[in-house]
């Protein structure tokens, strides 16, 4: 639409008026092909423009004339509450109206029509002018192009960026140079159609976004090992850009949001300052603020989940305002989308419902498949699509990643189901079988192949430490509790003669030969036998649960101290845990293991892990008069805490643990565990959330469906194909309008 500085009747971009000329689409439209039928009102505004700028050059005309048929075919989606308009379309496309009148273009639409879309114009233009907001006054300069009459072109100039755009539209920033005349409009244009020749995105640059989204897919659909080195030059870039204060990070809160989670789960040191800019006030204060724009809150909800200091009451903030906005059901918030709506509202629900430290591996590949649109299509002032915000062939590789795994997966719960009976484990008729739970926990978070001695070795001692858990418990008596302690600090014995019981026989010989398979599994990994340090374990966890029991037996009520620094340990996660270590790769020697760090990992872990347990089995326990820290917490509480109290203060230490935990994990300066170790305490987390967000899930059935999900069920990819076109119509490959 710019004219040429040395003649005004000849365009300045005459390349892309050609464009217009070569890329109408065969109904007539301009904009992307094969849309989805929801997306009409972006076809009408894209195809209005088209014309408009073919007529002010007197060139096209047939090409005009199709594109006033598909008009008036398709006019009656402007009224269609259904439609997901683009961002300013009551003001856009009536302004369009307009001047198309004043080129004496006639129209295919009804005088009625035009006035009722003109008064929903003028009722948008006052929308909120009374408060004048800073959010309003941006989005008015964001639709500039349909404001040319009366635009204040001075003060839009605030909203220019370094690189000469305004909001990184080439469209905003077109329409300000037509006004304005400014050089560095003028630069960015030209630095745009150098780069794509002969047409121009809706929005440029897209790079850092689209490279964090595609982050964001390879490790939502749990492809991201694939690409450890690609992953990591990428996020290296945006370490630098962060670090620079890099405009197109930190203007827009979605991307900054995105940047700042990703950089800190994957361990870069970025700070949640930025987020200051982004507090619910001066949020709604912004042009996505104002916009009402879903995807933005639910970036920003995800990103105050990487909390790891105590002092970030910026992220607490963020998190309380967006899950709030998130919850209501007909939230403002939902008034816009820059995706369709089913689409959103999947991401609203999943985010709700599973937040980071409850959001177990391969239960979020196995949704982000399901939802995975492979023809995405994004929608701002135009709607575009980019083969970095959706590609099948991603989606392709994750689904046979999935099932090449779930097919070990099936064989490897086959051989355990076998080695359960034949240590006889089956037979103790008061130990629960909990195989699939515990194969489970393992499958849905070290899922890797190549981790297969790992997923062993955590399943068995999941079963053995529930079988342990129970003989304390109630299976066992006080001569067979001691029995086990002394066998287990003997080691080499003669099982047929010195067990007092068949009971303690099978469980010291499930246990002994469990230990000598990890001992010598770890040979290959750790060129040596780790054997006695798994015993020691062992003997800690059977020497706290027969504390436990003693406790019991003789009425003692501990102190919470005393009762946190048994229980810890006879939560029994050190079994399972600490072993796996050894058999994920990296070596560790035992200056390592026996470091304080690794023993505060677990340390914090098991809290965090017990103090869950407590809440969500209080009554149960209570009833069945055991130990619990909150019945502690209430004994010693001279009579005025309640367990409504006890159980909010529970909560908050558990959530402090598993804070200081992730920052343990995520820091690398003066850390001598190898990430890959430090990851399983993390997993090891989000298994526990997930059994524990509802009731004492490792007692109920509730899991059945998610177990199946990863164990038994695999992916068919052509359903989710035919799933994602009932959402969207087929795209081509390869269009003109993809970035």
């Not at 964001?216 to 090992?225: A, C, Y």
């Not at 076998?418 to 739970?437: G, M, N, P, S």
């Not at 955590?458 to 079988?467: F, I, N, P, Q």
């Not at 509802?694 to 068919?716: C, Q, R, W, Y």
Request: charged share 25%.
């Amino acid at each position: 639409m710019i004219p040429s500085p040395a003649s005004p009747h000849t365009p300045f971009f005459p390349q892309c008026l050609n464009w217009l000329l070569y890329n109408q689409l065969l109904d007539g439209s301009w904009g992307l092909p094969d849309r989805h039928p929801l997306l009409m009102n972006d076809a009408l505004l894209s195809t209005l423009a088209s014309i408009l700028a073919l007529k002010q050059w007197g060139v096209g005309e047939d090409q005009i004339n199709r594109g006033l048929r598909f008009i008036q075919s398709n006019i009656t989606s402007i009224n269609d509450e259904n439609q997901h308009p683009p961002i300013g379309f009551g003001i856009l496309f009536p302004s369009m109206i307009e001047y198309a009148q004043n080129l004496g273009i006639n129209l295919p639409i009804g005088a009625t029509s035009l006035e009722a879309m003109i008064q929903k114009r003028e009722i948008e233009l006052h929308r909120g002018s009374q408060s004048n907001s800073d959010g309003r006054r941006a989005y008015l300069a964001y639709v500039s192009e349909g404001m040319l009459e009366s635009q204040d072109w001075k003060s839009i100039m605030k909203y220019q960026r370094k690189n000469g755009s305004l909001f990184n539209s080439p469209a905003t920033t077109a329409a300000v140079f037509q006004c304005h005349k400014n050089a560095e409009c003028l630069g960015y244009l030209q630095s745009v159609l150098e780069k794509f020749e002969n047409a121009v995105p809706t929005t440029y640059p897209l790079d850092i976004y689209a490279r964090l989204c595609m982050i964001d897919s390879l490790e939502r659909l749990g492809i991201n090992h694939h690409f450890k080195e690609e992953i990591r030059s990428v996020l290296d870039e945006i370490f630098r850009y962060w670090m620079q204060g890099v405009e197109d990070i930190f203007l827009d809160p979605t991307t900054c949001a995105m940047a700042f989670r990703m950089l800190r789960l994957n361990g870069y040191d970025v700070s949640s300052d930025p987020f200051y800019q982004y507090s619910e006030d001066k949020f709604a204060e912004s042009l996505k603020g104002y916009l009402k724009d879903v995807g933005a809150v639910i970036e920003l909800y995800r990103a105050s989940q990487a909390i790891i200091h105590p002092d970030e009451s910026i992220l607490v903030r963020q998190s309380l305002w967006t899950k709030h906005l998130l919850k209501q059901e007909s939230s403002p918030y939902r008034l816009y989308a820059d995706k369709l709506r089913s689409y959103v509202d999947l991401e609203i629900k999943d985010v709700l419902n599973f937040p980071y430290h409850a959001n177990l591996e391969r239960l979020l590949n196995r949704r982000s498949m399901e939802h995975y649109n492979t023809v995405e299509t994004r929608i701002l002032k135009a709607s575009y699509r980019s083969c970095n915000l959706a590609n099948q062939e991603i989606l392709k590789l994750a689904v046979e990643d999935f099932n090449i795994c779930q097919a070990i997966h099936i064989e490897e719960l086959k051989q355990l189901s076998r080695w359960v009976v034949e240590r006889r484990l089956d037979t103790l008729k008061f130990a629960r079988q909990k195989l699939a739970y515990c194969y489970f926990s393992c499958a849905a978070t070290i899922f890797s192949p190549e981790l297969s001695d790992a997923r062993i070795s955590w399943a068995k001692s999941g079963v053995l430490t529930t079988v342990v858990d129970d003989f304390f418990d109630v299976g066992g008596s006080e001569e067979e509790h001691v029995n086990l302690i002394q066998l287990v600090e003997k080691w080499d014995v003669d099982i047929n003669t010195v067990c007092c019981s068949e009971t303690v026989k099978i469980i010291f010989s499930a246990i002994h030969s469990t230990v000598c398979e990890i001992g010598e599994k770890s040979v290959k990994q750790q060129g040596r036998n780790v054997k006695n340090n798994v015993i020691k374990i062992w003997l800690n966890l059977v020497q706290s649960m027969f504390r436990e029991a003693e406790w019991l037996r003789t009425k003692t009520v501990p102190t919470i101290g005393d009762y946190m620094e048994n229980a810890y340990i006879s939560f029994a996660l050190g079994p399972i845990v600490l072993p796996a270590l050894y058999l994920v790769g990296p070596k560790l020697s035992d200056e390592v293991t026996e470091n304080h760090e690794l023993n505060y990992l677990y340390k914090l872990m098991s809290t965090c892990g017990r103090l869950l347990n407590d809440i969500h089995s209080f009554k149960r326990e209570s009833e069945e008069g055991k130990l619990n820290v909150l019945a502690l917490r209430i004994a010693h509480g001279n009579g005025v805490i309640t367990a409504e109290d006890a159980t909010e203060e529970m909560k908050g230490i558990a959530e402090e643990k598993r804070r200081e935990l992730l920052r343990l994990i995520l820091q690398e300066k003066g850390s001598v565990v190898p990430r890959e170790c430090k990851d399983l305490f993390w997993k090891m987390i989000k298994v526990l959330h997930l059994f524990y967000m509802k009731d004492d899930g490792f007692t109920s059935h509730e899991m059945h469906s998610s177990v199946n999900a990863v164990l038994k069920k695999p992916v068919i990819l052509n359903e989710l194909l035919v799933h994602s076109q009932q959402n969207l119509s087929p795209v081509k490959a390869t269009n003109d309008l993809m970035l």
